[in-house]
């Protein structure tokens, strides 16, 4: 057996439990779950069969061992109670009233709900910013080495873990065994979120604080899907992510299918910096294509706008 020693920092504020929702849980099968997710994204190319036999060979299923295991040490985390930070709040107008938000808490909706006299209370606990855990990779097959060791760098370097991780929370960087991340972008769009050559990856300004670097990044992308239509239409906004509700306006739209933007959060030294992964791919509604791939350009055309930097 070989075996490969990660030691994580959480860079964002970190939401993860098990059945008990009142205290946090980091545990080898969440981690290993995000693995099979990145490790898919990268192999979008593969035809369904050839990717389904080759992630059994690799991460096992109901009749065959995983060709690897993962060990964690979460001793060391820290669990915290309190409301997140709310960061630079941004001016938005419902229903005829102008108010400020925090776009810490637009980004974690559904985690933190709105209570008359104390304003929007968190739910749950997190494991804060800055906590450490070590991870342990042990490897029964020594031809997969390389490729989950890319796969962890992939998923450390745009995914995260835990609630809301496409929304910038659950960042991670590695203290240690970091390597450099080449993105391959010459296969051809899949059949579902995977990277290709219509891939993009937007970079943001670099701040002190972890919180105003999910503020740029959250506020732009809030910003990017406002502007695909005027209020109070719902044509295109859909084609960022299903279902779209609006409870005010008794706007229902059904079906499901989760976004192609990752937010993330870099620690660079002693810096933090946004970054927003774009990973379309074919639409399942095939005569909406032209759509899907039209508010795609416009949501990524508002980022440069708004000053990103495009990764080629």
Not at 50 to 64: A, C, D
Not at 102 to 125: C, H, M, T, W
């Amino acid at each position: 057996m070989k075996t490969r020693d990660y030691e994580i920092e959480v860079v964002t504020p970190l939401f993860l439990s098990g059945a008990d929702q009142t205290n946090v849980e980091l545990r080898a099968p969440s981690i290993k779950g995000q693995l099979r997710w990145w490790w898919r994204a990268m192999h979008g190319h593969l035809t369904l069969s050839e990717l389904k036999k080759k992630e059994e060979e690799i991460f096992g299923s109901t009749s065959k061992r995983s060709s690897f295991s993962l060990i964690v040490d979460s001793a060391h985390i820290k669990m915290s109670k309190d409301n997140l930070p709310p960061g630079k709040k941004e001016m938005v107008t419902s229903r005829g009233k102008t108010f400020p938000m925090s776009i810490i808490d637009y980004l974690a909706y559904g985690i933190a709900e709105f209570q008359k006299g104390k304003g929007n209370v968190y739910k749950r606990p997190h494991i804060r910013p800055k906590s450490i855990f070590n991870m342990k990779c042990v490897f029964y097959n020594e031809n997969i080495i390389t490729e989950i060791e890319k796969t962890i760098l992939y998923w450390i370097y745009f995914g995260g873990l835990g609630a809301k991780s496409r929304n910038g929370f659950g960042s991670l960087t590695l203290v240690k065994n970091g390597g450099e991340i080449k993105p391959d972008f010459k296969q051809n769009k899949g059949n579902f979120t995977s990277f290709s050559r219509d891939s993009r990856i937007f970079y943001f300004n670099k701040y002190s604080q972890w919180v105003d670097a999910l503020v740029e990044i959250g506020r732009i992308y809030r910003k990017a899907r406002l502007n695909l239509e005027p209020l109070h239409i719902y044509e295109r906004r859909p084609f960022v992510a299903k279902p779209l509700i609006i409870k005010n306006e008794r706007v229902f739209i059904e079906d499901r299918h989760a976004k192609q933007f990752f937010l993330h959060i870099d620690k660079i030294k002693d810096k933090y910096q946004g970054k927003i992964l774009v990973l379309p791919y074919n639409y399942k509604e095939n005569t909406n294509q032209a759509k899907y791939d039209e508010v795609i350009n416009d949501m990524c055309d508002f980022f440069i706008k708004s000053g990103a930097k495009l990764f080629i």
